[in-house]
């Protein structure tokens, strides 16, 4: 068993996920994307799926990409 890094449950289920060489122990996904899911810049939702990148910055989409002043990038369409 192990105790969940966010909720603190202690779950038979738990799950370990090592991400830049560091351990984390969840009961869920949900709780392992609230920990580790990075923000977008602009409309701040955990970013769950591939996103958008640009120096460092993390966008949901290219649209709130756009918002910030990164015209480069596009959603597929």
Same mark, same amino acid.
């Given at each position: 068993?192990? +105790?969940?890094?966010?909720?603190?449950?202690?779950?038979?289920?738990?799950?370990?996920?090592?991400?830049?060489?560091? !351990?984390?122990?969840?009961?869920?996904?949900?709780?392992? +994307?609230?920990?580790?899911?990075?923000?977008?810049?602009?409309?701040?939702? !955990? +970013?769950? /799926?591939?996103?958008?990148?640009?120096? /460092?910055?993390?966008?949901?989409?290219?649209?709130?990409?756009?918002?910030? /002043? &990164?015209?480069?990038?596009?959603? !597929? &369409?």
């Amino acid at each position: 068993m192990g +105790i969940c890094k966010v909720c603190h449950n202690n779950y038979d289920k738990s799950f370990d996920i090592i991400m830049e060489g560091k !351990r984390y122990t969840f009961d869920c996904f949900e709780c392992a +994307i609230q920990a580790l899911a990075p923000t977008c810049l602009h409309c701040g939702c !955990r +970013i769950i /799926g591939h996103g958008v990148e640009d120096d /460092g910055k993390f966008f949901c989409c290219a649209h709130c990409a756009h918002f910030e /002043g &990164v015209n480069e990038v596009r959603d !597929r &369409v």
